[in-house]
Each structure stands twice: as structure tokens, then as C-alpha cells.
């Protein structure tokens, strides 16, 4: 079974500057996917990035970017010009594809991220 | 914004009672989740559809049950309620790109 672990339960970070979250992952698949979710007070899930394990690439979406290392089954995610509104619960998420369908996603624990003024 | 609605967003319930959490989608995606989110857990899966009449279970299914008639609604039934199941539940569907998008969220409590 795959497990994600979260190693930061809480972080902080003054605004403006550059922030990054980690995540190992375990799994004995070659083909998977990768996320990144965003939980504001408000509770809803948002998606800030995905990255497909047979892509080399980092994924990038504006000041979000991942450091994805394969080998080490690692999966860090970096905030730039970090802003208030970047404060909430991060969690990182591992989903093995399957043909003809979808599966499941399998959370970490998350990792809660304060931005200060 | 993925068109997903939960009702009702908020409920409070006495043990032992039934609730039906209701998921609905304007997306027309085949696929639809129903999770949990506990403190120190993040979300786990408890059933999931891959189409109108067709579910599986996830790995906190004991207690819960689900149907979807239509492709647009999933329902999650809690048949006997109990305290365990105070939790927020989230619903969240996926189409062809494998990527899970979320509904608001409901929080439940059982008293």
C-alpha cells in the first residue's frame, strides 16, 4: 500500500518570502501522479499543482513550483513571494492511475502554513 | 470552479439516527468520491463510483453506504449513526485527466 508522509506538521513564513513544504511518498509503482492541495479556514480543497511521475519536468503554477525527485520518492513543494492568503493546510497527495479508470487518493497528514505580515 | 455542491453543509445528529449526505455534479464526470477528514488523518476514502450504479468501497467503509441512480448525484447514507462518524465529509469527482476536484464540504456531528 502507498503511504505519504508529511514531515512538517506546522511552519511559518514572513510575507514576501520563499517557503517549501516536503513530502515523501512510498510506493513500488513507476506510473503515478503527485498533488498538492490546499485547505484555507474556509475548508475547501483546492488543487495547487499536479505532476505526473513520468515527466522529468517540475511542475510550475505561478509562485508554485515542485522539486520532484523520483529516485528518493520525494516531493517538496515551493512557495515564492509568499502571501497572507497562502495561509492554510497543505496536503500532498499520491494517486496510482489505472486503466480505465480512477483511483483513489492517498493524503498525507498535512502541513500547516502561517504567512505573517 | 469544478460545479460541485454538497448538502447540506452543516448538520448535527443524535446517535443511532440515519443521514444521508447528498453529492451533486454538473460536470457530467464519471467518477465520484466520498471522504472523511479527522484531525491527524487528512481524508480518507470511504466509497467511491466509477459510474450510475456502480460503487466500491474504501478504506473506512464500515458503517456507510452509497448509491448513485444518476450520474450527477452520489449519496453517502449513514445508516445507524454514531459518534466515530462526526467528522467532515467531502465529495470529489474526476473525469478523464485522473485530477480530483472538491465539493465544500459537510460538517457532521453525532451526538
Known amino acids: 500500500a502507498q503511504t505519504v508522509t508529511q514531515s512538517q506538521p506546522e511552519m511559518s513564513v514572513q510575507e514576501a518570502e520563499t517557503v517549501t513544504l516536503s513530502c515523501t511518498y512510498d510506493t513500488s509503482e513507476n506510473n503515478y501522479y503527485l498533488f498538492w492541495y490546499k485547505q484555507p479556514p474556509s475548508r475547501q480543497m483546492i488543487l495547487v499543482i499536479r505532476q505526473e511521475a513520468y515527466k522529468q519536468q517540475n511542475a510550475t503554477e505561478n509562485r508554485f513550483s515542485v522539486n520532484f525527485q523520483k529516485a528518493a520518492k520525494s516531493f517538496s513543494l515551493k512557495i515564492s513571494d509568499s502571501q497572507l492568503g497562502d495561509t492554510a493546510m497543505y496536503f500532498c497527495a499520491f494517486m496510482k492511475p489505472t486503466q480505465g479508470g480512477s483511483e483513489k487518493l492517498v493524503f498525507g497528514k498535512g502541513t500547516k502554513l502561517t504567512v505573517n505580515p | 470552479d469544478a460545479g460541485i455542491t454538497q448538502s447540506p453543509r452543516h448538520k448535527v445528529t443524535e446517535t443511532g439516527t440515519p443521514v444521508t449526505l447528498r453529492c451533486h455534479q454538473t460536470?457530467?464526470?464519471?467518477?465520484m468520491y466520498w471522504y472523511r477528514q479527522d484531525p491527524g488523518h487528512g481524508l480518507r476514502l470511504i466509497h467511491y463510483?466509477?459510474?450510475?450504479?456502480?460503487?466500491d468501497k474504501g478504506e473506512v467503509s464500515d458503517g456507510y453506504s452509497v448509491s448513485r441512480s444518476k450520474t450527477e448525484d452520489f449519496l453517502l447514507t449513514l445508516e445507524s449513526a454514531t459518534s466515530s462518524q462526526t467528522s467532515v465529509y467531502f465529495c470529489?469527482?474526476?473525469?478523464?485527466?485522473?485530477?480530483?476536484?472538491f465539493g465544500p464540504g459537510t460538517r457532521l456531528t453525532v451526538l
Open positions: 470529489a469527482i474526476s473525469g478523464l485527466t485522473d485530477t480530483q476536484y
Open positions: 463510483s466509477y459510474g450510475v450504479k456502480d460503487t
Open positions: 460536470e457530467n464526470h464519471r467518477y
